[in-house]
C-alpha cells in the first residue's frame, strides 16, 4: 500500500513486522532534525516549543487507529509499565479476591500481572479467552487482543461485555492488533487499555507505548506511580502529588523525547490510512501466504483459518530455530517461538503478494 515510503533493502523479504516495524524514511530526517535544530539549537527552549506536550498530541494520532476520542490516549514508558499502572488503577479499593488473565499471554503480561496481585493481595487465574469464564470475584481481567504465538484475533465486543456483566473491568494489551485492523475502545466501552509502538506502527526499537483512560474513568483512575508528569501543576513543584485531572495522570516521568518524536515521524505514514482497506489487505496476504504454506509444505498451519486472526501466520515446525535461521540467511526474515513455532507477521503498508509467495517457496525448499 505505501511501500515506497519505507526503507527497505532490495531483495530482503521483512515478515517480522509483527516484533519490530521497518522504518518510514521520513523518520531518520526527523530525528535529524529534532537533535540538530530542536536540541541542538533550540536547547531547553523546545520543551515550551512543542516537547512537553507531545505525550498527548502523539497519543491522540494514535487514539484515531484504537477508536478512542481525544484526550484519552497518552503516549509514554513501556507496554510493561503501562500494563502495571492499568492492572494497579483497575484493582484499586477493590474487595474482589481475584485477576483474571490470558492462560497464554505475553510473558510480560502475566509477569506484571503476578506483581500487582501479590501488591494488592489478590489472586490470579489464568483462563482460556476462548471459554472465558468470570465470577463475581473477579476484579479485573487481562487479555491480548491478538494471541502472540498463533495469531489468533479474540472478540474485543464479546469479552468485553462478559467482563462488565459480572462487574469486573477489563484491560485490553493491543500491542499485536494496533496498525492491523479497526479497534473501537470508545464504542465497546473498554476500561482501559494498552499497546507499543514498534510493532506495526513503525515507531522504532524501544519506542514508547501508549495507554488508553476513557475521559468518563479519568477522575477516579488511581494509578501508583505518581512522579511529577501526572501532575496537576507540574512546575509548581508542590510538596504534595495532585493528579492532573485528565489523561495527564497516566503520565509518570520526563518523557523520551528523541524515541518520541521519532514515532511522531513514523505515524505520519497513517494519517490516510483507511484501517478497514488495511484489514482487508491483512486478510488477502496472511491467506495467500497460508495457501501457498499448504501446497508446499506438510507444516501444521496453527493460526486460524477465519478472520478471527492478526496479520501473522503461525506454523508448528520441529525444527523451528534452525529453519527461521536458515530462512533469515535467505533474506526472508520472520522469528520463532520456543519450542517450535514459526511466526510471519505482514505488514500491508510495505509487504507485497510476491513477498508472501517468495517466503513459501524458499521455506519448502529449506524444508526439503
Known amino acids: 500500500m505505501k511501500r515506497e515510503l519505507f526503507d527497505l533493502e532490495d531483495g530482503v523479504i521483512y515478515l517480522d513486522g509483527n ?22 539549537r533550540r536547547l531547553i527552549r523546545s520543551w515550551s516549543e512543542g516537547w512537553w506536550e507531545a505525550p498527548q498530541r502523539i497519543g491522540d494520532r494514535i487514539g484515531r487507529l484504537v477508536g478512542a476520542a481525544p484526550g484519552q490516549v497518552v503516549v509514554g514508558d513501556s507496554t510493561s509499565v503501562n500494563i502495571f499502572k492499568a492492572l494497579m488503577a483497575a484493582v484499586h479499593g477493590t474487595s474482589r479476591g481475584e485477576i483474571v488473565v490470558d492462560a497464554g499471554t505475553f510473558p510480560t503480561d502475566g509477569y506484571i500481572a503476578s506483581s500487582v496481585a501479590s501488591l494488592a493481595g489478590l489472586r490470579i487465574r489464568p483462563v482460556s479467552p476462548s471459554s472465558l469464564e468470570l465470577s463475581e470475584d473477579t476484579a ?10 498463533t495469531g489468533e484475533l479474540y472478540d474485543m465486543a464479546r469479552l468485553t461485555e462478559q467482563a ?9 494489551d493491543l500491542c499485536h492488533s494496533v496498525g492491523v485492523l479497526p479497534i473501537e475502545l470508545d464504542a465497546l466501552g473498554v476500561d482501559l487499555a494498552v499497546g507499543c509502538t514498534y510493532k506495526f506502527l513503525n515507531g522504532g526499537p524501544g519506542s514508547p507505548a501508549f495507554i488508553y483512560v476513557p475521559t468518563a474513568s479519568q477522575a477516579t483512575f488511581e494509578q501508583p506511580l505518581s512522579g511529577w508528569n501526572g501532575h496537576r501543576s507540574p512546575f509548581a513543584m508542590e510538596p504534595t ?3 492532573d485531572p485528565g489523561v495527564v495522570r497516566a503520565r509518570v516521568g520526563t518523557p523520551d523525547i528523541l524515541s518520541m518524536l521519532a514515532l511522531d515521524a513514523a505515524l505520519d505514514v497513517w494519517d490516510d490510512v483507511d484501517l478497514a482497506e488495511l484489514r482487508t489487505r ?13 501446497k508446499l509444505t506438510d507444516l501444521e498451519v496453527i493460526t486460524p483459518d477465519s478472520e478471527w486472526r492478526g496479520n501473522q501466520v503461525s506454523l508448528r515446525c520441529p525444527d523451528a530455530k534452525q529453519v527461521m ?6 533474506n526472508v ?5 520456543p519450542p517450535d513455532v514459526l511466526r510471519f507477521g505482514f505488514a500491508p503498508l510495505y509487504v507485497r503478494d510476491e513477498d508472501a509467495i517468495r517466503a513459501a517457496e524458499v521455506l519448502a525448499e529449506i524444508i526439503r
Open 19 to 40: 516484533s519490530l516495524g521497518a522504518p518510514p524514511k521520513a523518520v531518520a530526517e526527523r530525528v535529524q532534525d529534532v537533535v540538530r535544530h530542536q536540541w541542538g
Open 140 to 149: 479485573v481481567v487481562l487479555l491480548n487482543h491478538v494471541d502472540y504465538r
Open 164 to 172: 462488565h456483566a459480572v462487574g469486573a473491568k477489563i484491560v485490553w
Open 241 to 243: 502529588y495532585t493528579p
Open 282 to 294: 491483512g486478510l488477502e496476504l496472511t491467506a495467500l501466504f497460508r495457501q501457498q504454506v499448504e
Open 325 to 330: 535461521d536458515e530462512l533469515i540467511a535467505r
Open 333 to 337: 526474515i520472520g522469528d520463532h517461538r
